[in-house]
């Protein structure tokens, strides 16, 4: 079965410290891997991912996939309070949208 | 162009009712998947719609149902409450079902169901 784990889970750093968030993956027929930020509702758009080793980048955010690891992770550099959210990776499967756990991220001032 | 619109934004149910959700998708977007997301459990796929066919199903009972109109616009029905279905319910739209974009999944807001 198709699944999506991400690490941690819960993170708790202060106002300008750097986060690593963690994904890996299990995905029959993979072809991209998707970074969601969730912070009351709806779930914003990051990054997708189709090849590996080509970092994206948007603002103090980047994220890299390696596919033959099958692993992803996005760095927040020098974060601020409103990063605080929790982080969704999603990898499309065959038939439907295969998400993580989520890693929920607080950012202390 | 308008986002995801999902309606009604909360709803509070006693067991044993039933509720409709409604999810209208980005214009253009024929396809719209529903997810159930709880604390404990994440994001749960419940189904997807394409041109008014359930293209997939999640592993919920058959308590859950949706359909979509030709408008492209879903409801997703859930009969006899219980008070586990209490949970954020979110839909998103994309292009069709093989659309493997990013910028493809558009998620609404969602609906918080308050089951008591």
């Known amino acids: 079965e198709d699944k999506v784990v991400q690490s941690p889970l819960s993170l708790v750093v202060h106002e300008g410290d750097t986060v690593t968030l963690n994904c890996s993956y299990e995905?029959?027929?993979?072809?991209?891997l998707l970074w969601y930020k969730q912070e009351k509702k709806a779930p914003t758009f990051l990054f997708m991912l189709?090849?590996?080793?080509i970092e994206k980048k948007s603002g103090r955010l980047s994220s890299i996939l390696d596919k033959k690891e099958l692993f992803s992770i996005l760095n927040i550099t020098a974060t601020q309070t409103g990063d605080s959210a929790v982080y969704l990776c999603v990898v499309p499967g065959a038939q439907k949208l295969v998400f993580g756990q989520g890693t929920r991220l607080t950012i202390n001032p | 162009k308008a986002g995801v619109t999902q309606t009604p934004r909360y709803l509070i149910k006693t067991r044993g009712q039933q509720v409709t959700l409604s999810c209208s998708p980005i214009s253009g977007h024929r396809s719209v998947s529903w997810y159930q997301q709880t604390p404990g459990q994440g994001l749960q796929f419940l189904f997807e719609y394409f041109s008014e066919t359930q293209r997939n199903k999640g592993n919920f009972p058959g308590r859950f149902s949706g359909r979509q109109f030709s408008n492209s616009r879903s409801e997703m029905n859930v009969s006899t409450l219980e008070l586990g279905d209490s949970a954020l319910y979110l839909c998103?739209?994309?292009?069709?079902?093989?659309?493997?974009?990013?910028?493809?999944?558009?998620f609404g807001s969602g609906t918080r169901l308050t089951v008591v």
């Open positions: 995905v029959t027929n993979f072809r991209s």
């Open positions: 189709t090849s590996s080793g």
């Open positions: 998103a739209s994309s292009l069709g079902p093989r659309d493997r974009g990013g910028h493809g999944y558009t």
